[in-house]
């Protein structure tokens, strides 16, 4: 399955389980619909390109984990994980291919994986940007060190 598959159904999910979410996440869901029925809008400057965010969700899913009982295994990105990507990587602007969202906020609980969510785009950007720096800041330095 795609990451653009597991974004488009953690959306489904959402939507069809109201209770079993905050209402910060149903409105995460209710921006990327309305943002992906804009798309086909010509005044709106954002398309999704459902094939860069489905390389970075596939590039994230070709690394391998390091440590503890998952050493080894390759990642596999959760739907939420996925969606949060998507939206961060698919949405690009129209006239030069550019990334929508170069900055994002995601508050998550603990032992969900932000140490993965933090290393994977911090690579993919080494990798892939011309130019780019990456910063890592955790409230302990142990933390930091592990993600760089």
Not at 31 to 54: G, I, M, T
Not at 105 to 120: D, E, P, Q, T
Request: aromatic fraction near 14%; hydrophobic fraction near 35%.
């Amino acid at each position: 399955m795609t990451g653009v598959e597991k974004c488009y159904r953690y959306c489904d999910w959402v939507e069809h389980n109201p209770s079993q979410t905050n209402k910060w996440i149903k409105l995460a869901v209710k921006r990327f619909r309305k943002d992906l029925s804009k798309v086909e809008d010509e005044s709106y400057p954002f398309r999704f390109d459902e094939e860069k965010a489905n390389r970075f969700c596939q590039f994230a899913e070709c690394l391998k984990m390091s440590k503890d009982k998952w050493a080894g295994k390759c990642i596999e990105l959760a739907d939420w994980q996925a969606f949060i990507f998507c939206n961060i990587y698919g949405f690009v602007y129209k006239e030069t291919g550019l990334r929508r969202f170069r900055k994002a906020f995601i508050y998550v609980g603990r032992k969900n994986g932000k140490s993965l969510m933090c290393a994977v785009p911090a690579l993919w950007d080494l990798l892939s940007t011309n130019g780019a720096e990456v910063c890592c800041a955790s409230n302990k330095r142990e933390m930091s060190k592990r993600v760089w």
